[in-house]
């Protein structure tokens, strides 16, 4: 690996929070990659037809929110870098909340707004990468890409092995990329786009060998004792090495990892970042035009470029919305996008290293996001108590 001393010296000098936010949050974004991946192969952004709907309303709930943060921030050229925070959604506490609706919430409603939100987290990663990066070194980001052909050319080979994959991602990729200047969480999407998708079996062979061994397993007399027998240990082995090869690596791994992301990852970035220090009256925290561009990018900006696209795509017969969701369902999806949260806060981090409009832009986040929930919520929760009054 090609490592200046000057850049290792910066990086040995980095705390923690820095850390967490270089390598915890690289594993959230492979976990976001791996989930793009598998839509984009075999889900809701898998076709046009599916793709259009959820991909347009993330453009606009992208775009409109951007618009009006600058329109807000024009004032002073030092608040403008934080156009891209009103632009991200957190997909894990506006799917969260969601579901806290449980039933009263159409399925096919939830399969839109994380669609919605894996568009938006893959242009949000587009952001960062383009946007917001250090100045590059070219040679360590042609290390790095090296490294990616190197497990791309793995997973043609047909290597299904993740510790292969996670030791040359990170050892290679990962490494090369944070001493390159682009965003170390870009590398966790990319190296997430290289891993195998395939399943060593077909389904039907799967199924006929899974029967079979069941019921040779089940044939089996067991021992006298409570161990089993050598006989059972074998079925048991085939049984598991079976079930290997009909998973895709690349499922097998998304299910393992999102707990960690959820219950671990998330809070931790969270609790490392999410510290406000109030100094002054909160209201002028909150009037700032950095909290207010994102206030009302996240609260009005997402709410209408969701909604607006949404409504002429349907309009020009573009796209039609999910089987029984109704557009003021639509609408209360969009407010729900607004939540920011963790993915704004990390965003934040990234646009601003003057202190005090972090913790201003923290202010206008957290703001934001509970204003958007709420209204989201309320529109949702009258929506089904109008649909049973009419029923």
């Not at 997402?302 to 969701?325: D, H, Q, T, W, Y």
């Not at 209360?332 to 990234?350: D, N, P, Q, R, Y």
């Not at 703001?367 to 929506?383: T, W």
């Amino acid at each position: 690996l090609t490592q200046s001393s000057a850049a290792s010296d910066v990086y040995k000098r980095q705390s923690i929070h820095h850390w967490i936010n270089d390598g915890l949050m690289a594993v959230f974004f492979f976990t976001i990659g791996l989930e793009i991946k598998r839509e984009i192969m075999d889900g809701e952004l898998s076709s046009m037809k599916k793709a259009s709907l959820p991909i347009a309303a993330a453009v606009g709930g992208m775009v409109v929110p951007a618009v009006l943060y600058t329109v807000v921030a024009a004032k002073n050229p030092d608040f403008m870098n934080g156009w891209g925070i009103p632009m991200a959604t957190d997909i894990a506490f506006a799917l969260g909340l969601l579901a806290m609706l449980g039933k009263k919430v159409n399925v096919n409603l939830k399969v839109f707004l994380l669609a919605l939100a894996i568009a938006d987290d893959l242009g949000a990663v587009m952001v960062i990468a383009i946007f917001y990066t250090e100045p590059i070194d070219y040679i360590e980001l042609l290390n790095g890409g090296l490294f990616l052909l190197v497990l791309l050319g793995a997973n043609w080979l047909g290597v299904r092995r993740t510790l292969f994959y996670g030791l040359v991602g990170f050892l290679g990729v990962w490494i090369e990329f944070v001493y390159s200047g682009v965003h170390a969480t870009i590398a966790g999407v990319l190296i997430a786009f290289t891993m195998p998708a395939r399943t060593k079996i077909s389904r039907k062979e799967y199924i006929d060998k899974i029967c079979q061994l069941t019921s040779e397993l089940g044939d089996e007399q067991s021992s006298q004792g409570k161990l089993l027998t050598k006989k059972q240990v074998e079925k048991l082995a085939a049984i598991e090495d079976l079930n290997y090869k009909a998973h895709t690596p690349l499922q097998q791994l998304e299910h393992a990892l999102h707990p960690v992301t959820t219950y671990f990852i998330l809070p931790i970035f969270a609790l490392s970042n999410a510290g406000i220090r109030i100094e002054g009256r909160i209201m002028d925290m909150i009037l700032h035009p950095i909290s207010l561009g994102i206030i009302i990018g996240l609260v009005l900006g997402k709410s209408l470029g969701i909604s607006l696209i949404s409504k002429l795509m349907v309009r020009m017969k573009l796209a039609s919305l999910p089987e029984n969701v109704s557009f003021r369902q639509v609408i209360g999806v969009s407010f729900m996008a607004g939540i920011g949260f963790t993915m704004s806060i990390f965003i934040a981090e990234l646009a601003f290293s003057d202190e005090e409009f972090n913790q201003i832009a923290k202010v206008g986040i957290f703001v934001a996001s509970i204003l958007s929930a709420v209204i989201g919520m309320v529109i949702l929760s009258s929506e089904k108590r109008k649909e049973k009054r009419e029923s």
